[in-house]
């Protein structure tokens, strides 16, 4: 079991900045990547955003490259992304999400409670 508390998001006006940080706990040490997902209203699709493994290998949305950027504490159990040029297409619930592999190649994600990020134009 992996439980996640995010923190980080509100309110913030294009072209700002905000952070968002997820802590990890409980089977740590089975994590091989942390990402941050949203999702823009109920019933949308959740979306990747960033994910990160724990050797540091990064991939991001095509919609936030060059905006956002994920990095991992591996020693503090923390994934965090900055986001800078907030658009307001950005708004959504982001969620931590937490990988750990499994035999058949499709990992066990693990999802912390959500925080809002909402961008007014």
């Known amino acids: 079991q992996v439980q996640l508390v995010e923190s980080g998001g509100g309110l913030v006006q294009a072209g700002g900045s905000s952070r968002l940080s997820c802590v990890a706990s409980?089977?740590?040490?089975?994590?091989?990547?942390m990402g941050w997902y949203r999702q823009a209203a109920p019933g949308k699709q959740r979306e990747l955003v960033a994910?990160?493994?724990?050797?540091?290998?990064?991939v991001y949305a095509d919609s936030v490259k060059g905006r956002f950027t994920i990095s991992n504490e591996n020693a503090k159990n923390t994934v965090s992304l900055q986001m800078n040029n907030l658009k307001p297409e950005d708004t959504a619930v982001y969620y931590c999400?937490?990988?750990?592999?499994?035999?058949?190649?499709?990992?066990?994600?693990?999802w912390g409670q959500g925080t809002q990020v909402s961008v007014s134009s």
């Open positions: 999400g937490a990988d750990l592999p499994r035999s058949d190649g499709v990992p066990l994600r693990y």
């Open positions: 994910r990160i493994t724990s050797a540091g290998s990064a």
């Open positions: 409980g089977s740590i040490s089975s994590i091989n990547a």
